[in-house]
């Protein structure tokens, strides 16, 4: 088997709405059929007993090792908990080549698996060894190392469950809800929203305690110190017992209570220097360990934390007791589960050796020995939901405690008998303010009941109902895509909203250009919904971007599809046919909110096949009347419909109808050019859909010019010497066949045309764009553009003189090499009353030529 392509679909595509990985690959002989590989299945599932059941998929009439690759790359991510659960594979036309696709939660883990899989079928088939045991433990490992820990994993699923988008930034914790200018951003728990201040605050626990005991709230007292011996002198003045701790450590490390002697004192300070420069020694408060949630200004939680222990059993020593207890699967090295493994390390050996104890002595049945004084999660401790049973004043202080310092999310350490009862009353004290608090405790207590307090940060961040999404148009189809994108982005800033357009033409914000070239693709739609100024998105979605990637964005309020051409990009991708052209672009309908609309055109049968795919509602255009049948159908369903009537473009539903003249959409040419005209029926569809007024639609549409700078290519007219110039970016034979439809309502005494063909299309394609063109112009400039697309120098203007062979009105051909002197030669023998059609390849630089000349006079 040989791998020929490997593709990571990010966003929804065209197997499903999953995250995948997309193999193209090459089976040889019997791999084809691996009931002809002797005893191959046999030592499969002695490798991976949990393989599935392997059959025939689909079509298929034999499983192959395409197959098999497929089920085992799925297995071995369940085996480690991704939650993963679609996988196909598909044919393609080339003999003994398949596609694998394959869902991942996290991509390096599905590129891993996929390699794994390869291993483990080699071994079958060569009956060689498999550890799969050391398999699955390099996933794992990967897999803990790269997904997000169960802080901000919790938050994450929160907004999941509110329908907020959601798009992790880094490999880390750092996360965006929501797109545009609704978006938010946390780093784990912390928002961005939390004060940084209030962090630096937090992080010196000295100045934390002052400004807590300056607003009333019980601390215990104590001074920072700068040796051993400040340490015991500091103990005697505050009075023993006390806590030596780093002033800025986390995690409880470093920290020691309940210190009586001097020797305590002095070798806690020892160890806490190896955290800090800066040591506390403070009054011990006697009690339990508390640790309560503030959010916003809300407790929303509150655990007691117990120290890691064992209990004598009068059998087995203390290391073998921790052992045991590291064994529950519920305990792990980090924070993958809910409790982390216990360590006995040098404070764990010294708090024992206080005890006279060693890692090898045998605790007495019954005999609770305490291994380290705090009763953090990540040094082994437990926790138990304690959240119903604290005192509305202990809730009050600890609120007003994050005030203080200025965190709107803070873990608050307190250390009391009894939740039940105010500081005050039992002598407590609030210990330690915390920034990004883990979560772990509060969602996974070993006792009590679970708080989800990632829907609670969720709620804080946004308002209820609140789904952080701005509306998002996406526009697909064969032509006049880009013109329907860059009319919608003039109907939204008509409608006072902030608007990014990504087209083949650009990136676009708010009228500025951010990136140039193509930006068709799901790189630059992401780009957009990331931008903080952009009220309403407008995404033209390539072919290509879909097939490489799949789409930038979850789904849209709103996908048009303009039309389905039937040679442009075929035979490229495996996409050989219309209709399975019509299945790749399908996919932005499949991806529309259940309560948004696909836009479709009447006219196409591949675009209204796509209706039924749509899970909102649909609106069908053409530029037909309401007799039209697919139109008539819909309409008599009561469902939206635009026409044509009378000169006017008519938008009909169950509440009436609305009206716009064709006169007043410049773009059209007063309805002249009939592929303006169904890119306007487009987006009045999309306008319509997104509930925007109609005075601002009809504003919209006659503000909208066609020209170089607004639509650069796009049918954009020039008058020069007395002659009609149009430059166009056509490039296939159903934008040619619509230009000289358009062409034909424009008088002129001759028609030129400087045109040539892209070398990536197919050999039928190319000619057929000269056979339309051989009708229709007097004078036919052919060029080859920089960029020969794999073809040979001469190959593409070869096919396109082929194309002219039967032509029954061009008189006139001239070959020319390279684009500009093309351009140059057609307008140096223009004539009055001429019309010349400039199909352009590199649209800035020739737009500019033309500009230049016409200038120039």
Known sequence: ????????????????????????????????????????????????????????????NAITLAHVLELITLTLQTEIGCPVTFSHTANTPELSTYRVVVEYAEEKVGKLAFELAQQLCLSAIDDTPFDLTQALSRLQELYEDIRLGPSTGSIVNAAIARNIPVRRLTQGSLVQFGWGSKQRRIQASETDKTNAVAE????????????????????????????????WLAACEIGVPVVVKPQDSNQGKGVAVNLVTQQQVESAYAIAAGFSSCILVERYIPGNDYRMLVVGNKMIAAARRDPPQVIGDGIHSIQQLVDKINENPLRS????????????????????????????????????????????????????DVTDDVHPELAAQVVAAAKVVGLDICGVDVVCDNVMYSLEEQGGGIIELNAAPGLRMHLQPSAGKPRNVGEAIIDYMFDKGEDARIPIVAVTGTNGKTTTARLMGNLFEKNKQRVGVACTDGVYVNGQCIDTGDCSGPISARNILFHPDVDAAVLETARGGMLREGLGFDRCNVAIVTNIGMGDHLGMGYVNTAEELAAVKRVIVQNVASSGYAVLNASDPLVVGMAEHCPGSVIFFARDTLHHPVLATHHAKRQRVIYLENGYIVASDSNGIHKVSLKSIPLTQ?????????????????????????????????????????APGRFNLFNYRNATLIADYGHNPDAIQALVSAIDNIPSKKRSVVISAAGDRRDEDIRQQTRIIGDAFDKVVLYQDQCQRGRA????????????????????????????????????SLEDGELCLILVDQVEQSLGQINNRVALG
């Open 670 to 710: 007063n309805g002249n050019i009939h592929f303006q005209v169904e890119n306007a029926m487009a987006a009045i569809g999309a306008a319509w859909a997104l509930g925007m007024d109609w005075k601002v639609i009809a504003e919209g549409l006659k503000s909208f010019v066609s020209d170089a700078q607004t």
């Open 333 to 384: 090295s980090g924070h993958a589960t809910s409790l982390t493994k216990i360590r006995l390390d040098e404070i764990s050996l010294s708090l024992l050796a206080s005890q006279g104890l060693t890692t090898d002595s045998i605790p007495a049945k019954g005999a609770r020995i305490i291994l380290r004084h705090n009763a953090n999660l990540s040094t082994g401790g437990t926790a138990t």
């Open 793 to 828: 120098d001469g190959e593409v203007i070869s096919l396109l003189r082929e194309g002219l062979g039967n032509a029954r009105r061009t008189q006139k051909v001239s070959e020319i090499v390279g684009e500009a002197i093309a351009i140059d030669t057609a307008l140096s």
């Open 200 to 231: 630096s605050i937090v992080q010196d626990k000295d100045l934390t305690k002052n400004l807590l005991h300056a607003a009333g709230i019980p601390v215990p007292l104590g001074r920072e110190v700068d040796s051993a011996s400040d340490a």
């Open 1 to 60: 088997m040989k791998v020929l392509k490997i593709r990571t679909l990010r966003g929804p595509n065209l197997w499903s709405q999953h995250t995948s990985i997309e193999v193209t690959l090459f089976c040889n002989g019997s791999e084809n059929n691996i009931n002809l590989i002797d005893g191959f299945e046999t030592r499969l599932r002695e490798r991976l007993p949990e393989i599935p059941l392997l059959q025939p998929a689909g079509h298929h």
